[in-house]
């Protein structure tokens, strides 16, 4: 009977050894998957921070552009602005200009004019006659 109670014990450890292995297998496994969620949210967690980055680098820029695209017009404004002020100072130095020259006009005229009569005048053809004499 020893055989048989030697061979029911061999059974027995070995029984209970497959049963320690297989336990440990699945905790290896177990361990083996809580340390895959872990890479996976420090990889997610990773990929959320370089995506924050990214969006924040974005939005830096869009803001500089916007600041940019805000001076350029307002650049824009002052020079149509500082142009239309030119033009309008140009229209009244023409205008000016040409009342100055009418006015040089009319008195060189009428300078002319006396210049004309006086001459005339001492010429004996003009100037004080009355109509009665000719």
Known sequence: MAS????????????QAQEKTGNMMEKGREKGEAMKEKANAVKDKAWESAEGARERAQESKNGTGG?????NEEAKDKSSETAQAAQEMGKETVEAGKEKTGGILQSTGEQVKKAAD??????GMGGGRDDTNN
């Open 4 to 15: 048989h109670d030697q061979s029911y014990k061999a059974g027995e450890a070995k029984g």
């Open 118 to 123: 006086a001459v005339k005048s001492s010429l």
């Open 67 to 71: 600041y940019l695209k805000k001076k």
